[in-house]
């Protein structure tokens, strides 16, 4: 029972972590998202420091919202945007699997080098 969810789960989460994936895959959307760990900002704040075309740089944010890295809200003409941390933390939590599984695997190939080398 408890494999079967897991497996049903694994399509959506491995999609939406492509997703995330993906958006941090370019450096003015990782500027982005680095710049909204400090705190919320209008459209026109984030395009500021870029030179592109705001058009442009507003495919950018929608790239980040589809992928649920950024929140949106319109108040009046301005919208502004927000970190939303949980997609975040999926691709840490994944990233940090990761770096366990790969610890683990070299720790046994110095643990198998080390006897490799003791022998006669």
Known sequence: ???KRIVDDMPTASLALDDV??????????????????????TSELARPFEMALPSFIQHLDVLERSGLVAS??????RTYRLTPSSLEAA???LATQRELW??????????????????
């Open 73 to 78: 809200a319109k108040q009046g003409r301005v």
């Open 21 to 42: 994936f993906k958006s941090l895959a370019d450096p003015t959307r990782r500027a982005v998202v680095e710049r909204l760990g400090v705190g919320p900002a209008s």
């Open 103 to 120: 610890a683990r695997r070299l720790d046994q190939l110095d643990a198998h080098l080390l006897t490799i080398k003791d022998r006669p």
């Open 92 to 94: 840490g939590t994944w």
């Open 1 to 3: 029972m408890l494999v």
